[in-house]
């Protein structure tokens, strides 16, 4: 019987927060899609939707490598990571500096709780990003053959005189 090693908790983090860009992102290029539809699709916005939706299912992909243990499940989420990260951090430069509007809110305590709800969405993230390729537990959960492993028992004695 194989002896796995437990999942570090670096990975559930991982996960769930995959997991939550993958239903974001999908659900809101299916609102998208169905907002485009009754008003009539030209060109432009289907570019949008479908940009969004391949990035939804490379969250998916990430999600999913991690879950089994796929070589390239911890590059891959690092990279949506990475992107989700980048791509929040412009929203939020752009609605500061005032070329963007901010979504639906108005100036007051919404504006407020959007800033400290990025700014914990940021930081989770971060903190993803630096400790997802660096920490050591997550190095061995990956490797096929790990020290945490524990070898075959020997054989039994043997009494036969």
């Not at 920490?135 to 492993?149: A, G, L, N």
């Amino acid at each position: 019987m194989e002896n796995k090693i437990k999942r570090p908790i670096i990975i559930w983090i991982a996960q769930v927060m995959l997991l939550l860009i993958f239903l974001v992102v999908f659900i809101n290029a299916v609102f998208l899609l169905l907002v485009y539809v009754q008003v009539g699709i030209t060109i432009g916005p289907v570019g949008v939707i479908s940009v969004m939706l391949g990035f939804a299912m490379l969250a998916l992909l990430a999600f999913w490598a991690l879950a089994n243990r796929k070589p390239y499940g911890r590059a891959l989420s690092w990279a949506v990571l990475a992107l989700a990260f980048v791509q929040t951090l412009l929203r939020i430069l752009l609605q500061l500096l005032g070329i963007a509007e901010f979504s639906g809110f108005q100036r007051g305590p919404e504006v407020t709780a959007n800033f400290v709800l990025f700014g914990i969405w940021h930081l989770m993230l971060l903190f993803l990003l630096i400790w997802l390729p660096s920490s050591r537990q997550v190095t061995v959960f990956f490797s096929p053959t790990s020290e945490s492993i524990s070898p075959e028992p020997p054989p039994p004695p043997s009494f036969d005189s």
